[in-house]
């Protein structure tokens, strides 16, 4: 595919460079290529493009200084009303007013430095905000979809790498740096340089108890953590096509974990079905246009891909991580792998370094290895159908006694009302879980959720990175399900065991 | 940002792959609302360990850090950045970099030098005892020893490197242009160009 584009293109191929040919002729286009032409507003002879940005969505941790770069500088935020603030990382996930309604402080000082700073510096550039204490807080992550912000042909950037999320409703969607937030309040663009596509395709029929997450963590073990360096992934496949948008924002919010910036899947019917009705989605008129658009994004039949990977659906089993990079996964009938089980010498030395971290020795069966912790949460996996899939497991069971502390926290005070609408709370806490306010929480040791250092923790994050949960933590990644059954067994656990 | 356009001095051999922005800058280092002093948590687990490069004296204020492939992988805390500066590394030395990561350091004055392996094993040894020499005009990195390897970077973040051009700036000095743009889309892309006002 590769040389069929070199020849009828060769000024320009690899480089990344938009090619004008593409929009000027009917030569069939990737959905990237397409979001990608909708949006340019200048291109420069070094291939740099001057991308409009649709939606931004800011949070504590990685605007603080952009704010203040822009007081400095007298400059405004050019679209206040593209723009959205939601605090998230710094959060603690307990109660968040006493019994008579009053706000709690928030005790660590630096933590509520950042806060205040957000909640000062929106009202002060004129940025829409969600506070805290509104019941539409959640993780960025959570809240963009769920609001209908976030809408299909976007593009949608975010002070945050697990952007990639918004991906699933088929948005090009990515993490940027601070620099770059401030640059994007500023001039609500951003320089890029185009990126290279990669398709990822699963066809074939799930196996019971493989959710989202197992594809993703699947497909992460196959093409590495910089398997997607320098590529927009677009997940096709009737796997994909078959998954719940909440099921597609689990795959794209791990494709930074898989290098690519950005993941897409083509916005369909399910798409559309999803974000309709919705507070920020478009109305009246306005919808049926961007019914016709979003209908007009999927990749054309005869568009070709930079790099293509395979995996057959049936190839998916429950899948873990054992190591601290997310590349480092195993199906839940598998042990853990010995250095020299890998080809690679430095592949082998990480190795070396991360099983010591782990405490692990390779040999040991996975479904051998205890858990002390449980994290049912963060922007991979803390919307409804995630919360829906715990509960399944949990319902009428208990957490075993050495699982000293097992939270749930829901992604979004919407996805915490309909839990608790649906009873799922109660199923939840009385399998001696605890039911937590929404936050980033556990994911990253920025707020009070931590896992003490040397013990285990199941969990449903994005990131097993060395200290990521906490100093000396020690993270396994799963999926909900996977989680809940860890709860119960007190043990890495293969889901199917305990649910037919 | 400041300009740069030549690094020169001690590097230090951390050699290490896939060295994600967790360990650069750990999550709790993140509180900060400035810039400032995030030397002291860069590297923080990574400084537990006995003999790591950076508590050996020789390479204290090293401007150049040598890495292994996929260097600054993970979140997209440009405090790993601002981290590394404030060590006084001004270069980054690696066969790869995440692209977050290098599109952050280069915001911050920061040059990411990609070099094959063989080069950067070659590199590991001069630096144990010996200076390297980093020039962005001509895009080299030499050593004393003859060692001379050329290195790709963009053109126009060469340009901004070389100048300290506050990228902000010149991008607004478009804004003809991106309301050209606002302009087109409001009439194409209605539901894009704006959010219900009722929302």
Known sequence: MLREKARRFPLNCGSGAPNRAFTM????????????????????????????????????????????????????????DLTLAVPDHNLPTTARKDAEGRVLPITDPESAQQLAALKRNAPEFGVRYIDATDAEQGIVHVVGPEQGFSLPGATIVCGDSHTACHGGIGALAFGIGTSEVEHVLATQTLLLKQSKSFEVRVDGRLGAGVTPKDVILHIIGVIGTAGGTGYVIEFRGNVFEEMSVEGRLTVCNMAIEGGARAGLIAPDETTIAYVEGRPYAPKGEDWDKAVAWWNSLATDVGATFDKTVSIR????????????????????????????????????????????????????????????????????????????????????????????????????????????????????????????????????????????????????????????????????????????????TGRLTDVRELVG | MKPISHVAGRAIPFGRKNVDTDVIIPAHWLKTITREGLGKGAFEAVKKEEGNVFENPEFSGAPIL???????????????????????????????????????????????????????????????????????????????????????????????????LDEVGLTMAQGDAIAAHEAKARDALPFLAKTPATA
């Open chain 1, 25 to 80: 002729t009917t030569k069939p286009r990737t959905l990237y290529q397409k979001i990608w032409d909708a949006h340019v507003v200048d291109t420069r002879d070094d291939g740099t493009s001057l991308i409009y940005i649709d939606r931004h969505l800011v949070h504590e941790v990685t605007s603080p200084q952009a704010f203040e770069s822009l007081r400095v500088a007298g400059r405004p935020v050019r679209r206040p």
């Open chain 1, 313 to 488: 659906a049936e190839d998916i089993q429950p899948t873990v991580t054992w190591g601290t990079s997310p590349e480092d996964t195993s199906a839940i009938g598998g042990v853990v792998p010995a250095p020299e089980d890998f080809a690679d010498a430095s592949k082998r030395d990480a190795v070396k370094v991360s099983l010591d971290y782990m405490g692990l020795t390779p040999g040991t069966k996975l479904t051998e290895v205890e858990v002390q912790n449980v994290f049912i949460g963060s922007c991979t996996n803390s919307r409804i159908e995630d919360i829906r899939a715990a509960a399944a497991v949990l319902k009428g069971r208990h957490k075993a006694d050495n699982v000293k502390w097992a939270i749930v926290v829901p992604g979004s005070g919407l996805v915490k009302a309909q839990a608790e609408a649906e009873g799922l709370d109660k199923i939840i806490v009385e399998a001696g879980l605890e039911w937590r306010e929404p936050g980033c929480s556990a994911c990253l040791a920025m707020n009070p959720d931590k896992v003490p250092a040397g013990e285990r923790c199941a969990s449903t994050s994005n990131r097993n990175f060395t200290g990521r949960q906490g100093p000396g933590s020690r993270t396994h990644l799963m999926s909900p399900a996977m989680a809940a059954a860890a709860a119960v």
């Open chain 2, 66 to 164: 040598i890495a292994g492939d996929n260097f600054g992988c993970g979140s997209s805390r440009e405090h790993a950045a601002w981290a590394l500066l404030d060590m006084g590394i001004t270069s980054v030395i690696a066969p790869s970099f995440s692209d977050i990561f290098s599109g952050n350091a280069f915001k911050n004055g920061i040059l990411t030098v990609a070099l094959p392996q063989e080069a950067i094993d070659r590199l590991m040894e001069v630096a144990q005892t010996d200076p390297i020499d980093i020039d962005l005009e001509t895009q080299t990195v030499t050593t004393r020893f003859q060692d001379r390897y050329s290195f790709e970077i963009d053109p126009f973040r060469k340009h901004c490197l070389l100048g300290g």
